[in-house]
C-alpha cells in the first residue's frame, strides 16, 4: 500500500507514463495506418484518424467505426472528468478540504466542455447559422440590397465580436443572441413594413422571413441551450453534495470507477429533473418548432427559385406522392373486388 | 481526515489505466475486421409483400404445438430483427423451438412516397392483408396476434375491428392508456408540436427519433454504456454481441408523416384509444369488442412505456379470459434478456397452447376477406373452457368436449364439434417444457 498522502502524486506520474506508452503505441499502430496521417498530427489524433479511416465502407463498416468513435468519446469524457475533479483530489490530499468550497475546486470552463459534448452543444453552429443567414442574404442582395446591406452588418457585427471568449460563457451567448434577434428587428426585420417592390417582391419578403425565422431558431437554440447548461453545474453540485457526505460518512471510494458511476448517477438524476419540467418541453418545444419553422420556410424559397427551372419542385413530388398513394388504394380495392368476385364464381 | 480513495494501490491504478488502454486499442483492431453483423438470422421465407412491406414465415423447429399461427407485429421505429438479434438470445427461436408456428411482419423502410400513409392503412391496409395472408399460408380461419410495443397498439385495434380473423390477443409493452405521466416519452410527445414536425419532414427521419431516445437517459446512453463496452471489447464475441444491438438501435426508419401525426396527436395527446373515441377510416374503435382470450405483457421497469399505460388494456376488453403478466426488467429486456428467454418464451407458448383450437380448418380454399361469422361461435366455445387453462397442464383440455354441447347452428356445431377432438389435442405433441412446474405469472 503506498503513503495515502503520495497518492495522487504518484497517479499523475502513472497517467503521465501510461499515456506515454500510449504515444509510443500509437506510432507503432501509425505504421501500420499511413493513410491519412500527417507526421504533424498528435500522434493520438493521428492514430484515431488513421483507425477510423480503416474501417471498412458498407453498413456495418460504418456502424463499428460510429462505435469505436462512441468509445473513445465515452473514454475522452472519463478522463475529463478525472482532470475536472482533479484539484477536489488535491484538496482532499493536502487535507485543505472544506465541504463549503468544494463547489470553487471545479472549473466551470471544463465542466462546459464536457456537457457541451456529451449534448452535442455547439455554439459554433449558432454563429455558422448567422453566417448561413449571411450568405443568404448576400445571394439575394440584388433583389433588395438596402434591406440586405443591414442585415449583413447585423451579421458581420455578431461574427466580429469576440465569440471565442463569449462562447465559454452561455450567459453571454445569450444576452448576444437577444441582442442579435434585436438588431434584427430593427434591421431586417423592417422589410415587411416596406410597399411593393415588384415581381420579385415576394422572394424579398420569402428570404426576410427565412432570415429572421433563422434568427428566431438561433435564440431560442441558446435558451435551450442556457438552461441545459445550467442543469449541468447543479448536477455538479449534486456529485459535490454526494462526495461531501461520502466524506462525512467516513467512506471511500475504492476506485476511480466508483467516482465515475456516482457522477453519472447523480448527473442523471438531475437531468431526469429537469426534463420531468414544464419549463424544459417549453424551452424545447420552442427551439424544435422555431426549426422545424425554417426549414418549411427554407423548402418555400427553393421551391420560389425552381420556379422557372425545369426541374421537379417538392411541393409537385408531393403531389405526385399523394396520388400515387390515392392510386395504391385503388388498385388494392379493384384488385380485393376482383378476387372476391373470383372466389363468388 | 479521510482520503477518499487511501485505498487506491499506484500499481492496480496503472494497471487500470493501462489495462484500459489495451482494450481500446484491441477492441480498435477487432472493430476494424467488422464487416458484416449477423442479425436475424433464424431460418425464414417470404410468402407475401406488398409496397415496402415483407411478411415471413419462419422455418417451423419442432413438432407443432399449436394450430393457429402466431404472427407478429412490430412497432414501425426500429427492426424487428431485434427479436431474433442473436441465435442464443432469439424470442423468435425460442417460440419456434416450443413449437409454435410464427410469422412476422417487417415495415420496410419508409420513403417520402409513403408519406401519406395513415393509421388506418398500416391497420386495416396492411395488418388486415397480412392476418389474410397468414390464414391463407396456414389454412386457418383466425391467427393469433402479437403486438410488440406500438405493434402492439395496432393490433389491439386491429383485433376490435376484426374480432372474427383473431383467436388470441397478446400484446407486448404496447401502450393503450396515454394519460400517464410516469414516462419522460410520454409527457414529451404531448407536448410537441407534431404537425410542425411532419409538415416539415413528410417522412420523420428515424435518425430524430433516435436523438428523443437517447436524450432520455443521456448520461447512460452516451457515456456510461461506452466505457462499459471496453471491458467486453476484447472478447470479439462479446463486442459483436454490442454491435448487434447498437446495429439495432441505430436502425432506425422513418416514420410515415400522417401515420405519426395520429398516433402522437390522438392517442398521445387525445387517449382517444381508450376513451373509445379513435377513428380510423370510417370507423370507431372500441377496445370493448375485444372479446377473445389476451395476454397483456408489461415490464416492471419500462421507461419508454411504462406499466400504467400498458395494463389499462385488461380494463378496457370485453374479453372473459385474460392474463396478465409482469416481466421483472425494462422494455428491451422483455426480449432480449436472459429471464425472457427463460421465463417468458415458454409462459408466452404456454398460454398460447392451452387456447388452441386442435386443427386447422380442412378447407383448401383460400379463406374469405371476411369469414362468415359461423366460425366465430366455436371458437368462443374453445375460449370459454380454456379461460382457468394457463395453470393447467395441456393435457387436460379434454374438457373441451363442453364445446360440443354449445347450441351452434349446424355449421357451428361442426366446427365445434371439430375443436373438441381431444385426440387432436393429443396429436399435437406437448414440448417437454410445458410439462415442467410453471410459475404463474403475477396478476
Given at each position: 500500500m503506498e503513503n495515502p498522502s503520495d497518492y495522487l502524486?504518484?497517479?499523475?506520474?502513472?497517467?503521465?507514463?501510461?499515456?506515454?506508452?500510449?504515444?509510443?503505441?500509437?506510432?507503432?499502430?501509425?505504421?501500420?495506418?499511413?493513410?491519412?496521417?500527417?507526421?504533424?498530427?498528435?500522434?493520438?489524433?493521428?492514430?484515431?484518424?488513421?483507425v477510423l479511416e480503416a474501417f471498412p465502407f458498407g453498413a456495418d463498416g460504418n456502424l463499428?467505426?460510429?462505435?469505436?468513435?462512441?468509445?473513445?468519446?465515452?473514454?475522452?469524457?472519463?478522463?475529463?472528468?478525472?482532470?475536472?475533479?482533479?484539484?477536489?483530489?488535491?484538496?482532499?490530499?493536502?487535507?485543505?478540504?472544506?465541504?463549503?468550497?468544494?463547489?470553487?475546486?471545479t472549473d466551470p470552463t471544463k465542466i462546459k466542455q464536457l456537457f457541451d459534448k456529451l449534448f452535442n452543444f455547439d455554439f459554433d453552429a449558432i454563429a455558422q447559422?448567422?453566417?448561413?443567414?449571411?450568405?443568404?442574404?448576400?445571394?439575394?442582395?440584388?433583389?433588395?440590397?438596402?434591406?440586405?446591406?443591414?442585415?449583413?452588418?447585423?451579421?458581420?457585427?455578431?461574427?466580429?465580436?469576440?465569440?471565442?471568449?463569449?462562447?465559454?460563457?452561455?450567459?453571454?451567448?445569450?444576452?448576444?443572441?437577444?441582442?442579435?434577434?434585436?438588431?434584427?428587428?430593427?434591421?431586417?426585420?423592417?422589410?415587411?413594413?416596406?410597399?411593393?417592390?415588384?415581381?420579385?417582391?415576394?422572394?424579398?419578403?420569402?428570404?426576410?422571413k427565412y432570415a429572421k425565422a433563422l434568427s428566431t431558431f438561433s435564440s431560442k437554440q441558446a435558451e435551450y441551450y442556457q438552461l441545459m447548461q445550467a442543469t449541468g453545474y447543479e448536477g455538479t453540485q449534486a456529485v459535490i453534495k454526494a462526495v461531501a457526505a461520502k466524506v462525512g460518512a467516513g467512506e471511500k471510494f475504492e476506485k476511480f470507477d466508483d467516482f465515475f458511476a456516482l457522477w453519472i448517477d447523480s448527473n442523471e438524476k438531475t437531468f431526469n429533473k429537469l426534463f420531468q419540467t414544464k419549463e424544459f418541453s417549453e424551452k424545447r418545444n420552442a427551439m424544435t418548432d422555431a426549426g422545424f419553422t425554417a426549414r418549411k420556410m427554407y423548402n418555400e424559397i427553393i421551391e420560389g427559385q425552381l420556379f422557372d427551372l425545369p426541374i421537379a419542385r417538392r411541393s409537385e413530388m408531393d403531389e405526385v406522392y399523394k396520388l400515387v398513394y390515392d392510386l395504391r388504394k385503388k388498385v388494392k380495392s379493384l384488385e380485393s373486388q376482383v378476387q372476391e368476385l373470383k372466389t363468388q364464381r | 481526515m479521510n482520503n477518499l480513495f487511501s485505498n487506491f494501490d499506484a500499481k492496480a491504478a496503472l494497471k487500470q489505466l493501462s489495462d484500459v488502454n489495451g482494450k481500446l486499442m484491441k477492441g480498435a483492431e477487432l472493430l476494424t475486421d467488422v464487416e458484416d453483423?449477423?442479425?436475424?438470422?433464424?431460418?425464414?421465407?417470404?410468402?407475401?409483400?406488398e409496397d415496402k412491406l415483407t411478411l415471413f414465415h419462419y422455418k417451423p423447429e419442432a413438432k407443432k404445438a399449436c394450430g393457429i399461427p402466431v404472427l407478429v407485429v412490430y412497432a414501425l421505429v426500429n427492426r424487428p430483427y431485434m427479436l431474433d438479434i442473436q441465435p442464443d438470445r432469439s424470442f423468435i427461436r425460442n417460440l419456434l423451438n416450443l413449437g409454435l408456428d410464427v410469422y412476422i411482419i417487417d415495415w420496410g423502410y419508409p420513403t417520402q412516397s409513403d408519406r401519406y400513409l395513415s393509421m388506418d392503412d398500416y391497420i386495416n391496409g396492411y395488418i388486415d392483408n397480412c392476418v389474410d395472408a397468414v390464414r391463407k399460408?396456414?389454412?386457418?380461419?383466425?391467427?393469433?396476434?402479437?403486438?410488440?410495443?406500438?405493434?402492439?397498439?395496432?393490433?389491439?385495434?386491429?383485433?376490435?375491428?376484426?374480432?372474427?380473423?383473431?383467436?388470441?390477443?397478446?400484446?407486448?409493452?404496447?401502450?393503450f392508456d396515454f394519460t400517464t405521466d410516469d414516462a419522460l416519452l410520454f409527457n414529451w410527445s404531448k407536448s410537441m408540436?407534431?404537425?410542425?414536425?411532419?409538415?416539415?419532414?413528410?417522412?420523420?427521419?428515424?435518425?430524430?427519433?433516435?436523438?428523443?431516445?437517447?436524450m432520455l437517459m443521456p448520461f447512460n446512453l452516451n457515456i456510461k454504456k461506452y466505457v462499459d463496452m471496453l471491458h467486453v471489447m476484447e472478447d470479439k464475441e462479446k463486442l459483436l454481441n454490442f454491435l448487434r444491438m447498437e446495429k439495432w438501435i441505430f436502425d432506425s426508419p422513418g416514420q410515415a408523416g400522417e401515420c405519426l401525426r395520429q398516433f402522437v396527436n390522438d392517442l398521445y395527446?387525445?387517449?382517444?384509444?381508450?376513451?373509445?373515441?379513435?377513428?380510423?377510416?370510417?370507423?370507431?374503435?372500441?377496445?370493448?369488442?375485444?372479446?377473445?382470450?389476451?395476454?397483456?405483457?408489461?415490464?416492471?421497469?419500462?421507461?419508454?412505456?411504462?406499466?400504467?399505460?400498458?395494463?389499462?388494456?385488461?380494463?378496457?376488453?370485453?374479453?372473459?379470459?385474460?392474463?396478465?403478466?409482469?416481466?421483472?426488467?425494462?422494455?428491451?429486456?422483455?426480449?432480449?434478456?436472459?429471464?425472457?428467454?427463460?421465463?417468458?418464451?415458454?409462459?408466452?407458448?404456454?398460454?398460447?397452447?392451452?387456447?388452441?383450437?386442435?386443427?386447422?380448418?380442412?378447407?383448401?380454399e383460400a379463406p374469405k376477406k371476411s369469414p362468415a361469422p359461423a366460425i366465430e361461435k366455436p371458437v368462443a366455445a374453445v375460449t370459454e373452457v380454456a379461460k382457468p387453462a394457463i395453470a393447467k397442464p395441456v393435457v387436460k383440455k379434454a374438457p373441451v368436449a363442453k364445446a360440443t354441447t354449445t347450441k351452434a347452428s349446424p355449421a357451428k356445431a361442426t366446427k365445434a364439434k371439430t375443436a373438441a377432438k381431444p385426440k387432436a389435442v393429443t396429436t399435437n405433441a406437448v414440448p417437454e417444457v410445458f410439462k415442467t412446474t410453471f410459475k404463474k405469472p403475477a396478476k
Open positions: 502524486d504518484g497517479w499523475m506520474k502513472i497517467q503521465q507514463q501510461a499515456i506515454n506508452a500510449l504515444r509510443d503505441q500509437a506510432l507503432q499502430v501509425q505504421s501500420l495506418y499511413q493513410n491519412g496521417a500527417t507526421a504533424s498530427d498528435n500522434p493520438f489524433t493521428s492514430w484515431s484518424k488513421s463499428a467505426k460510429d462505435t469505436f468513435s462512441k468509445t473513445q468519446f465515452g473514454t475522452e469524457a472519463m478522463q475529463k472528468l478525472y482532470e475536472l475533479w482533479q484539484p477536489l483530489l488535491n484538496a482532499i490530499r493536502d487535507k485543505s478540504i472544506d465541504p463549503a468550497n468544494y463547489g470553487n475546486l447559422l448567422q453566417n448561413q443567414t449571411k450568405q443568404i442574404t448576400d445571394l439575394y442582395e440584388q433583389f433588395g440590397k438596402p434591406w440586405a446591406d443591414v442585415a449583413k452588418t447585423q451579421s458581420a457585427n455578431f461574427l466580429n465580436g469576440d465569440y471565442s471568449q463569449n462562447s465559454l460563457q452561455p450567459e453571454a451567448i445569450f444576452t448576444q443572441m437577444k441582442a442579435s434577434m434585436a438588431m434584427f428587428e430593427k434591421s431586417t426585420g423592417r422589410i415587411f413594413s416596406v410597399p411593393a417592390l415588384g415581381k420579385d417582391r415576394e422572394k424579398i419578403e420569402q428570404i426576410s | 453483423i449477423d442479425v436475424g438470422t433464424a431460418p425464414k421465407q417470404l410468402i407475401y409483400e399460408h396456414a389454412k386457418t380461419d383466425k391467427v393469433s396476434l402479437m403486438g410488440v410495443c406500438q405493434g402492439g397498439t395496432f393490433s389491439g385495434i386491429y383485433a376490435s375491428l376484426h374480432p372474427e380473423k383473431v383467436h388470441n390477443l397478446i400484446t407486448l409493452v404496447a401502450p408540436d407534431v404537425d410542425a414536425l411532419v409538415d416539415a419532414y413528410g417522412v420523420v427521419p428515424g435518425s430524430l427519433m433516435n436523438d428523443g431516445f437517447l395527446k387525445g387517449n382517444k384509444l381508450a376513451k373509445g373515441t379513435l377513428q380510423l377510416g370510417d370507423k370507431t374503435v372500441n377496445l370493448g369488442d375485444i372479446k377473445m382470450p389476451i395476454l397483456t405483457i408489461y415490464a416492471s421497469a419500462d421507461h419508454l412505456v411504462p406499466p400504467a399505460a400498458t395494463k389499462a388494456l385488461n380494463d378496457l376488453v370485453s374479453s372473459e379470459d385474460k392474463t396478465l403478466y409482469e416481466f421483472q426488467g425494462g422494455h428491451i429486456g422483455v426480449f432480449v434478456g436472459a429471464r425472457s428467454q427463460k421465463e417468458l418464451a415458454p409462459a408466452i407458448a404456454k398460454w398460447l397452447v392451452t387456447r388452441d383450437v386442435p386443427a386447422p380448418i380442412k378447407s383448401k
